[in-house]
């Protein structure tokens, strides 16, 4: 007989072993082979070397727009693959796999948490290489304001993630509805935010909409942590509070509704 000590010591590789499992079991559909990972490197890379040095020639009031910009678009990136965390989970339900996952013997956190980890390993492979030309775009940083942006963006894309999350059990109801909810609000939370201009530079009418979208705060806090001038961005506590708020409340919410209101769900 186990001791409890033994126990516990067992219970929680075994329960690693099996959120592995969930996550790897998706996660091999999506990277073989990998061309929706390598699509959004090239769409970047074009953005940036096109677009984002004939406009970086326009704009005048930043110093170097071009790097600026490249950080906008990586903000963009992360808002998407968070998004699209939410999604998968309607998905799911709509194609009759969220049943089957429901009656497997595990636990809705660790499910949950299957899919909280799911999102942050699509995000890691999809930011990695802009993220990298980004930095040796801009040259001057250090390993800790690397390390800041990169938890910051992982903040972020959790915080997104969690709040389509909450929204997806709309669809339970009409997944027409959530699909038309969601397809605004991302275009009201990417336009009306500063991921390409600084917030000083907005029309006053659209300011105050700004400071609504958490990728407003994500993307100055991740351009100060860079090393721009922070003249032009958002007071960075204010940043990390509503960053932190958001992904603690939203993650919280969706496993709540998770394990309380998801059970019984029937495929469409």
Known sequence: MFSCTSQARYWRPQQMHDIIRLVWFDLKHELRPPVWIIMEWITFTIQLGIYGALISQLVTGISNY???????????????????????FVEHAHEGRLPYLLSLPISRSKLFLSMALQGGIELALMISVPLAITLALIGNFTF?????????????????????????????????????????????????????????FLPPSYAPVALLSPLTYGADLVRLLLGFDPSILLDPIYAVAVLTALAVSTLGLGMLLLQRLVEGVKSA
């Open 144 to 200: 800790l304001s690397v390390v800041g942006a990169i938890v910051t963006l992982f903040v972020l894309g959790f915080g997104v993630a969690g709040l389509m999350l909450g929204l997806s059990f709309i669809a339970f109801k009409s997944a027409d509805i959530y699909t038309a909810i969601t397809v605004g609000l991302s275009s009201i939370i990417i336009r009306f935010s500063t991921v390409l201009y600084p917030l000083m």
């Open 66 to 88: 071009q790097q600026f910009y490249a950080i906008g678009f990586i903000v963009m990136m992360t808002f998407g693959i968070g998004s699209h965390t939410g999604r998968h």
